[in-house]
T-cell receptor
């Protein structure tokens, strides 16, 4: 069975601080995809980043970066120089590489960025 | 290019009633998935449709059903509503079953009284 754990329920930071959101996953599949989504108060889930299981290269995209470590089944997400507009709930998700679109989500981490 | 649209955005029903929610995917997208989001259970997968066929179903009772039309628009139906069905229902579309990106709509917030 697949499972995604986001142990941090809520994080509060002050603007311009860096913040890392943790994600640990469980799967028996050898190939899979990992995602981060952002959910602002409007409710719509906004896609942020994707990583497949056979590419452990960590990247930076603007203020976003991620650290994928297959050995520890972790897929952490960092926002550099946080802004008030980053305040939202962030979800980590897992998808099998089987041709199905089903996403298994973590419970989410609420990020509050204050000015 | 228009995004995923869901109608209605808000809905209030009473126990025992039934409800139909609609989702129009991004133009050209043929795969539609539905998710239920509640404070207690989080985001849970309901169904996935492609070319008018249900390809995958989550662990929900038979009161939850859905379908997809030839234009890729999808509807989900919940019969005999219960208080616990109150949730945000999110629809996601992707180009195909193997696409690596799903785009979500704004959701339909259902309240059951």
């Amino acid at each position: 069975a697949q499972k995604v754990t986001q142990a941090q329920t809520e994080i509060s930071v002050v603007e311009k601080e860096d913040v890392t959101l943790d994600c640990v996953y469980e799967t028996r599949d050898t190939t899979y995809y990992l995602f981060w989504y952002k959910q602002p108060p409007s409710g719509e889930l906004v896609f942020l980043i994707r990583r497949n299981s056979f590419d452990e290269q960590n990247e930076i995209s603007g203020r976003y970066s991620w650290n994928f470590q297959k050995s520890t089944s972790s897929f952490n997400f960092t926002i550099t120089a946080s802004q008030v507009v980053d305040s939202a709930v962030y979800f980590c998700a897992l998808r099998q590489n089987t041709g199905f679109q089903k996403l298994v989500f973590g419970t989410g981490t609420r990020l509050l960025v204050s000015p | 290019k228009a995004g995923v649209t869901q109608t209605p955005r808000y809905l209030i029903k009473t126990r025992g009633q039934q409800v139909t929610l609609s989702c129009s995917p991004i133009s050209g997208h043929r795969s539609v998935s539905w998710y239920q989001q509640t404070p207690g259970q989080g985001l849970q997968f309901l169904f996935e449709y492609f070319s008018e066929t249900q390809r995958n179903k989550g662990n929900f009772p038979g009161r939850f059903s859905g379908r997809q039309f030839s234009n890729s628009r999808s509807e989900m139906n919940v019969s005999t509503l219960e208080l616990g069905d109150s949730a945000l229902y999110l629809c996601a579309s992707s180009q195909s079953t193997t696409s690596n990106e799903q785009f979500f709509g704004p959701g339909t917030r259902l309240t059951v009284l």
